[in-house]
Each structure stands twice: as structure tokens, then as C-alpha cells.
């Protein structure tokens, strides 16, 4: 047979392509960047649909595509939610995505409305956290929380969508079983290892705590300054370092006339850094007080990494990281006196807080909540979906 008659190469098959949804690109370079990392590795064409800022670039050097959405997060009016749907649609009609990987609960519900009118089965529902709606304990929290599970589970849900959690009390809240085969729960975002490292501890003491955190009220940056002030009361060597900014577009944000004023007495506001292992270097304790509403607290993570003994609050995604007396000390939400004994217990023991804070490092390595194996599972699921 001469080359006339050889059959034609076969056409080479299509890219498969995936689109993130997410309402801020800083939110998606701050967290999210190694999943965009492993979908291109993975041979995917990757696009993130999101209301573009600063870090376009950032985002780009993934190898992702960046489409812009301009739609405000802050935003309650269902209307407004409408229109950025209906404008969601149009773009993920033109992107054609195998699957669509929507992030955060405003993501969910805009982006889960609009891979519908686009006609995409293929969803990722990834929640990192109910915020307000997950901390509230009264009727109007839980009527909420059932409002929103009927919504994601009826109307915004497909046989091919699959959901994402950071801790297993978010995946209850929604009445869905962790163990279900729709439901992966990974580490959070995940953290890498190699980039925060264990560095020796300070002088102690006195005992150095660092907040590495938005200045919002729902992270108990209130709570924590107080806190301070009791240990300092009772004669505990205490200071705290508060690392972050508010956040303009988040209704619970701290004034800065506010932070400015809280420092003093053995509280420093030092604003918004881009070196979180710095600041957790120069400190023995990572802190996050939190009132509720979180994912998996992208701060603890780092510290924990670092090699600090944590000191948080029982709520939902901060108790799936920190075990009481093993990684840290656990105490009641929105407690300054509680808080202000576990600082005075750390104050007066330099030994348990190089336990702990050994024991954090190997619970990030160890355990599942490093970036390597966040993004294999989340790799692994988009490999089921495009499977399927």
C-alpha cells in the first residue's frame, strides 16, 4: 500500500476545558492558585471568570486565561445577582467548559444559576465557608441555612455536580454526608511546606501572638485585643501583632480609625503584609478568634506550617484544623476571657509551646492539608467528572 492509499491520522482529540468562577481575582491569587496550577498540568484549558483588579498577572502565570465579570460581592439585591447571572451565562456559553468549578457561597449561587442557563451539567460546588449564615444560632440563621440547602441541592444541582468542603459541619449544615460519593472535604486550600518553614522561636518571654487576618468583626479581632488586655491584667508578659486590612467590600470591617486606636498596651496594628511567614516568624502563637462562618482559615494554615502553636475558637473549619492540647488550645467563640487564659497558660509554659507548635507542622504534612494533596484531590474529581 503506497502513502496515497494510508488512512488519515486520526484528528486529534478536543481540549477539555474548565472554567473557575469566583467573585474576586484576590481571592482566587490568595488561595487558589495551585488548583489552576494542576488543571493546566492535567492538559485542561483553564479560564477564571472573576471580578479582575490587581492580580490578573498572577493569575495568568498559572497558564489560566482570565475573564473579567464585573459583579459586587457585598451585594444583597437579587436583582443585581440576576443581571451578574445572566451575564455569567453568556460568558460560559462562550467558553463551552466541561466543567464548571464555582467558589465561595456567592459563587455557588451566581455561578450555579448560570451553568444552568448554559447548560452545563458538569458543576464543581466548592464552599469555603457560610460566613454570617453559618455563624448566626438564632431562627433567622437557621432558616437561612435551610433556604440555602434546599437551593443547592434543588434547583442549582445536576447529577453530575459534585461538592466541595473544608470541613465536614458545612457539608451537615447543607444535610449532606461527608461519606456521600458526591462530597469530597480536602484541607482547605492548602498550604505549601516548602514556602513556610519552621523558624526558631523569639525570645519568650514575653509571649509574642500574631493575627494574620482581614481586620473584619467576624474574625474576633475585638475579641483578641480584650483578650490581651485581661492576660496583661493578670500580670502575663503578651503582645499581639495584628497583620491585614479591612476589607472595603465586606460589611463586617473593622474602621481603621478603630485599629488605630486599639494600639497601644501591648497591641500593635501593623496593616496588611505580603509575607505571612514573617510575621508569623517574629511571633510564638498564630491566632485566629473567629466567630463563626469559616472554611478552613488559610491563616491558620500558615502558621501551623510555620511551626506555631495555634490558639483559636470552636467553630466550624478553625476545630477541623486545631485539636485542644495537641496543635493549640481551642476555646469558646467570642469569649475574652477564655481567650486571655490560653494566652496566660502559653505566657507561663515556653515548653507547651514548642510542643504545639511541632505538632502543627506535622498536622500540615502529615495529614492532608498541604497544596500538593489538596490539589490531587481536587485533580481527582475533575478526572471522575470528565470521565463520566
Not at 495551585?34 to 493546566?40: D, G, K, L, Q, S
Not at 457560610?130 to 433567622?140: C, E, F, H, K
Not at 469569649?335 to 505566657?347: E, I
Not at 515556653?350 to 505538632?359: I, K
Amino acid at each position: 500500500m503506497d502513502a496515497a492509499d494510508s488512512p488519515a491520522p486520526a484528528p486529534a482529540a478536543p481540549m477539555r476545558r474548565l472554567a473557575f468562577v469566583v467573585t474576586e481575582d484576590w481571592f482566587f491569587a490568595s488561595h487558589f492558585l495551585p488548583m489552576a496550577r494542576a488543571a493546566v498540568a492535567m492538559g485542561l484549558s483553564v479560564a477564571v471568570v472573576t471580578r479582575v483588579r490587581e492580580h490578573r498577572a498572577a493569575i495568568e502565570a498559572t497558564g489560566a486565561r482570565v475573564v473579567a465579570l464585573e459583579a459586587e460581592r457585598s451585594s444583597l439585591n437579587p436583582m443585581a445577582a440576576g443581571y451578574a447571572a445572566g451575564q455569567l451565562a453568556a460568558i460560559l456559553k462562550a467558553l463551552n467548559p466541561d466543567i464548571v468549578h464555582c467558589i465561595a457561597l456567592r459563587g455557588i449561587l451566581v455561578g450555579g444559576t448560570a451553568a444552568a442557563m448554559a447548560n452545563i451539567p458538569a458543576r464543581v460546588y466548592a464552599l469555603t465557608g457560610l460566613g454570617l449564615i453559618g455563624a448566626r444560632g438564632d431562627a433567622a440563621g437557621r432558616l437561612a441555612r435551610t433556604a440555602l440547602r434546599h437551593l443547592i441541592r434543588g434547583p442549582l444541582a445536576s447529577k453530575r455536580t459534585r461538592f466541595l468542603f473544608e470541613n465536614p459541619d458545612d457539608a451537615a449544615a447543607l444535610g449532606l454526608d461527608p461519606a456521600d460519593t458526591a462530597v469530597t472535604i480536602v484541607g482547605g486550600a492548602g498550604v505549601d511546606p516548602d514556602a513556610f518553614v519552621p523558624a526558631p522561636l523569639p525570645p519568650h518571654p514575653p509571649l509574642r501572638v500574631a493575627i494574620v487576618a482581614r481586620m473584619l468583626w467576624s474574625k474576633g479581632i475585638d475579641v483578641a485585643v480584650e483578650a490581651v488586655r485581661l492576660a496583661r491584667a493578670q500580670g502575663a508578659a503578651v503582645e499581639l501583632a495584628l497583620h491585614g486590612a479591612p476589607d472595603a467590600s465586606n460589611r463586617r470591617a473593622i474602621p481603621e480609625a478603630t485599629l488605630r486606636d486599639w494600639s497601644r498596651d501591648g497591641v500593635a496594628w501593623l496593616g496588611p503584609t505580603r509575607d505571612a511567614a514573617a510575621a508569623f516568624a517574629a511571633a510564638h502563637v498564630g491566632c485566629l478568634p473567629s466567630r463563626g462562618g469559616e472554611g478552613l482559615p488559610r491563616t491558620l494554615l500558615e502558621a501551623a506550617a510555620c511551626g506555631r502553636a495555634l490558639v483559636t475558637t470552636d467553630v466550624p473549619g478553625c476545630r477541623a484544623l486545631v485539636r485542644d492540647g495537641v496543635e493549640g488550645l481551642v476555646v469558646p467563640p467570642d469569649d475574652a476571657p477564655a481567650l486571655a487564659a490560653a494566652l496566660v497558660r502559653l505566657a507561663r509554659d515556653p515548653a507547651l509551646v514548642a510542643g504545639l507548635g511541632a505538632a502543627a507542622r506535622r498536622r500540615v504534612v502529615e495529614d492532608g492539608f498541604s497544596e500538593a494533596a489538596v490539589s490531587a484531590a481536587v485533580s481527582g474529581l475533575y478526572r471522575e467528572l470528565l470521565g463520566s
